[in-house]
Nanobody
């Protein structure tokens, strides 16, 4: 059974930094796209950043220049380095990964979510 386990959320002051991690475990063939989403109270879940298996990245306009997504394929882990955090970044952050459990069978998996609160 494939699982995504996140860590690294917490409370930080405006202008501060946090680093989120998400590791995939279980039996699977390969991992394709990995990404981070967030959902603030009363708002829809939105994509924050994603990284393809070849390392190419894409960011939401609201986080460009402040957040950096990276991955360690040997560790099946994706990271989100968040700098210059703002109160509007407060949300539950979810890890997402498109995983091949067999060579031609794949689906999206989600982590349990980790709370990020930016407040003074």
């Amino acid at each position: 059974q494939v699982q995504l386990v996140e860590s690294g959320g917490g409370l930080v002051q405006p202008g501060g930094s946090l680093r989120l991690s998400c590791t995939a475990s279980g039996r699977f063939f390969s991992i394709d796209t990995m990404g981070w989403y967030r959902q603030a109270p009363g708002k829809q879940r939105e994509q924050v950043a994603r990284i393809e298996s070849d390392g190419s990245t894409n960011y939401a306009d609201s986080v460009k220049g402040r957040f950096t997504i990276s991955r360690d394929n040997a560790k099946n882990t994706v990271y989100l380095q968040m700098n210059s955090l703002k109160p509007e970044d407060t949300a539950v952050y979810y890890c997402n990964a498109h995983i091949f459990t067999e060579r031609f069978r794949s689906r999206d998996y989600w982590g349990q979510g980790t709370q990020v609160t930016v407040s003074s």
